[in-house]
C-alpha cells in the first residue's frame, strides 16, 4: 500500500527533498561483513565497499535502522504522530530513504540476539518528513547494557549521534544474556515520549542444552531455573496526545506539562494488545502507513506451558504496576540480571505484582500447570491506565489465552 503523504506539509516535505535527497540517497553506508560473502569470496574484492571482503560468520548479526517519523492509530482510532526507528534491514542503500522515509515503527523493531553475537547496527537518520523544519540528530543507546564502547553508547554528549542523511554503524558483541530496552538518546525526554522506543534482549549461550526438561532459558542458570515453553515481549509505554500533536503542528509542549493520555503494550492499547495483526498507521488527513504497530501481545499458551514474560517499561512519566490476574508470576531476573546471590543463592521470588519504572526491565515466569484453559488478564494495576484517552476499559492490559494440552 503506498503511503499517503499529508498535503499540509507536501510542500515543505518537497522543498526538504531537493535540498538533501541527493546526498542522502548516494550516503547511505552500510556496514555489513557477511551479507555479501558469497559473491566478494567468489570475486576476491570488496564489492559492496564497506571496507571488508565479506565473509560468511553465522555469528554476525546485521541490523539496518532508519530513525525518523511515522504515524500509528490509538486504539481509540486516533491518529498520532510520532518520532521512531524502522527496519530497512537487508534493503539496498539507494532504496532505504525512500523506504524509511515516514515508516516509524511503534515499538521500534526488536532487536533479540544470542549471547556472544558480533552485533552491526547500522542507523540511517532519514530526517522527520512531517517536520522539515526539525533537523535533530538520532542515536541508538542499548539502555542497561554494560559493554557498549563509548563511543557507541548513544549519549549524544558522551558519543556521537547521526544527523539527518547520514548512517552510523555501531558495533557491540553481547557477552550477557538478559533482557534490555533500547532508545534515543538526543533530547531523550522529547523522543522517547514521541515513540523512540524498543524491544532488546540476549539469550543466554545455554540455549539449546536440555536441563530440567528445557531447551530455552532466560538466562545461564545452570539448573533450568528459568527454562521456558513460549516467551514474550511486553514494553510498557505511554504517549502524551497533546506533546504529540503539538510535535505535529507547530512546537512540543514544555516537558514539565507532560501528562500521557494513552497507556500502551508494545505500541498498542487494548484492546489492539490482542489483535493478532499488524495495525496500520493513520494521519489526520487520512493517509495509511502499513504495520506501524506490529507487535501483538497476545499471549498464547496451553495449560502446562511455563511462559517468559520479558517486561520493561520506558515510560517517561510514570510507574506502573502490573499482575496477572490467577496467575502467580516468579520474578526470575531484574535489570538484565540473573537473581542469584553472589554465592548461588536463588533469590527469584514469588509475587502477583510487579512495579516498573521507566528504564527497568523484569524477567517473569508463569507456569500454568493445573490452570482452567481460558483467559486470563496481565493489565496495569494503575486504575488510570486503563482507558485509551476517554475510551473506557482499554490501555495497558492484554490477553493470556490458556488452551486445554491435547
Ligand atoms: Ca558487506
Ligand atoms: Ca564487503
Ligand atoms: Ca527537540
Ligand atoms: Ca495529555
Ligand atoms: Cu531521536
Redesign the pocket.
Known sequence: MKKKIPSLVLSLAVLVIFSWSRPALSDVFIQCPTDNWEAEQAAGEDLDADGVVDYQDDNVVCIHLTGGDGFTTMADGYPQYMFGFGDVTGMPAGMVMMHGMLAANSPAPLIAVKEGNEVYLNLTNVGMMVRPD?F?PHTVHWHGFPNASAVFDGVPDASISINMGSTLTYYYVAPEPGTYIYHCHV?AT??MQMGMLGNLYVTPAQDGAPIGGFTQFAYNDGDGSTGYDVDYVLQFIDFDKQFHDASYYVQ?LPFALMEDDYHMINGRGYPDTVNPNPIDGTDPEGGVYPGSQNVSSLIEAQVGDTILLRMSSLSVTKFHTITTLGIPMRVVGQNARLLRGPTGLDLSYYTNSVTLGGGESIDVILDTDGLAPGTYFLYSRNLDDLNNDAMDRGGAMTEIRLTSAP
Do not use: G, Q, S
Open positions: 526539525l535533530d533530547e522529547e523522543h512540543p
